[in-house]
């Protein structure tokens, strides 16, 4: 793939006083204790995904990072500082700071001298640096757009998301806004997915009027029932969405949270043997799932990196397994989970 990320460092930021983390590979496992900064660990790669807030519903920042004062961004809320994220192609810096009056992209006006507000400053490899803020609501205003779309995609699934249009080639993150049109557009994806309610006897429809997915019961008397998508079930909403992810992206960073919660396990295969077969993305993952490490080791131990989390002395610490470690995990049927303290170092 060209756009392959093989470091990134984490200064500053939330649970995360200075971490680096080294030898990433196309399919990267973070796996840890609740609580530690797994979460935290996957927002630091989703800064990059911002600029794909001026789609959301709401255009906030929660969208993607899970605060509600801006002091939580930074490590033990020290604003003095700034919070820096690095990797070998994109560079944040993250400042709380006294802001001039800007103006955004669609000409709004914010701030006087004494407003302190988010500044987010990026700079990526080959492309001019481009700017963000957030306002006291949390609010994201986009001062000036990346060249090109950011590679660094954070898909957050939310069951029954209204679905629309867009005219964007891919699912818009986080939330898949325009999740009808890429299945519409995607026939090999639309098969799959068909496939899925065959088995209930069960068909996918498009509703192009209201520009919405439904479910219908094979007609009686001349009657049919419409099911709205966001009545159906929740495994089939998630693995739909993640599907629809993958399949429409190409030579980008995918960062999924627990892609497999709340799945029937034996459903899990989807979404697991899609991320092995898209080999022009790489991936970023947490999971609780001994189900989803196991298939990974056995199917993909050659692009895969497992990075052990912890919380120590008050902050988030990680390191990654060797190959050694992954080979005796496999081969001896070793429950990382139940024996996860034994490889923290």
Known sequence: MEN?????????????????LEGLTRINLFIGKPNVGKSNILEAFGVFSLPYSQFADNKKITE?????????????????EPSVIKTNMEHCDIEYKVTPLITDNY???????????????????????FQLIIDENLAVHVLNNPE?????????????????????SFLLPPNGKNLFKIIEENNLLKTEIKELFREYNLKLVFDKASRELKITKPPQNDEIFLIPYHSIADTLQR??????????????????EEPEAH???????????????????????????????DYFLENARDELSIFMVDYKNGETVANKLSKEDMDDIYSYGIDLFTNYETFLK
């Open 4 to 20: 392959f990320i093989d470091h990134i460092a984490i200064l500053n930021f939330k649970s995360i006083r200075n971490l680096k």
């Open 64 to 80: 993607f990072i899970r605060i509600q004062h801006e002091p939580e961004l930074f490590f033990d809320g020290n604003v003095s």
């Open 107 to 129: 000409g709004n006006s914010y701030s006087q001298q004494t407003d302190k507000l988010l500044n987010f400053n990026f700079d990526s490899a080959g492309q001019e640096s």
């Open 148 to 168: 090109t779309p950011p590679i660094l995609k954070k898909y957050v699934f939310i069951p029954g998301k209204n679905q629309t249009g867009n005219k964007i």
């Open 239 to 256: 693995i739909i969405f993640y599907k629809t992810a993958i399949a429409s992206n190409q030579n980008s960073v995918l960062i999924f």
């Open 263 to 293: 799945a029937f396990p034996p459903y899990i295969v989807h979404i697991t043997q899609e991320i092995i077969d898209a080999n022009s993305n790489q991936f970023i993952l947490s999971t609780h799932s001994p189900y989803v490490l």
